[in-house]
T-cell receptor, first 114, second 112 residues
């Protein structure tokens, strides 16, 4: 079992729909939970990160973390064709050496159809 | 701020050849990470630098791989005696403090 599990999709939704993406993880030591967006042949771009359980909202994006269930989610409201990309969840814990190395899920490929 | 840059963007090489990639982090970012991403997978951590010191290495980083960050500025990743299994996107990320890592566009390596 991988440390971070994420359904690779693909996921196809109509424009304006609410999108729900999620990941589960097995390492209870993870402290930070992130969502990255990656367009084809580009590097990942950080969307949001949270430190603890609960919700965090930024515009049309809401991230949820449930540490008791080891489950994180990203919701996208009023989805747009420009949201079409691969969404990667990532998790991290602080190492004594100063590193916040990230452990990623496989990514979910999202297509928003006009 | 021009972001993280990586060169070359694409590299095609024959099995057994050596290749070297370069990463220029965001100015003043003292932390630098290398990751590898294969098709259909998320990036996997390879190594971490704080200034010029290489402080963490993944078990994925075999002895054919070596990374440097002279003077704590740009970094290079060299792969010796490339194998077909080395074909991947090699990503560099930099950070100043905390958790936020800014990724470059990556170098796509194809080993024939």
């Amino acid at each position: 079992q991988k440390e971070v599990e994420q359904d690779p999709g693909p996921l196809s939704v109509p424009e304006g729909a609410i999108v729900s993406l999620n990941c589960t993880y097995s390492n209870s030591a993870f402290q930070y939970f992130m969502w990255y967006r990656q367009y084809s042949r580009k590097g990942p771009e950080l969307l949001m990160y949270t430190y603890s359980s609960g919700n965090k909202e930024d515009g049309r994006f809401t991230a949820q973390v449930d540490k008791s269930s080891k489950y994180i989610s990203l919701f996208i409201r009023d989805s747009q064709p420009s949201d079409s990309a691969t969404y990667l969840c990532a998790m991290s814990l602080y190492s004594g050496a100063g590193s916040y190395q990230l452990t990623f899920g496989k990514g979910t490929k999202l297509s928003v159809i006009p | 701020d021009t972001g993280v840059s990586q060169n070359p963007r694409h590299k095609i090489t024959k099995r057994g050849q050596n290749v070297t990639f370069r990463c220029d982090p965001i100015s003043e970012h003292n932390r630098l990470y290398w990751y590898r991403q294969t098709l259909g997978q998320g990036p996997e951590f390879l190594t971490y630098f704080q200034n010029e010191a290489q402080l963490e290495k993944s078990r994925l980083l075999s002895d054919r791989f070596s990374a440097e960050r002279p003077k704590g500025s740009f970094s290079t990743l060299e792969i010796q005696r490339t194998e077909q299994g080395d074909s991947a996107m090699y990503l560099c990320a930099s950070s100043l403090v905390g958790i936020e890592q800014f990724f470059g566009p990556g170098t796509r390596l194809t080993v024939l």
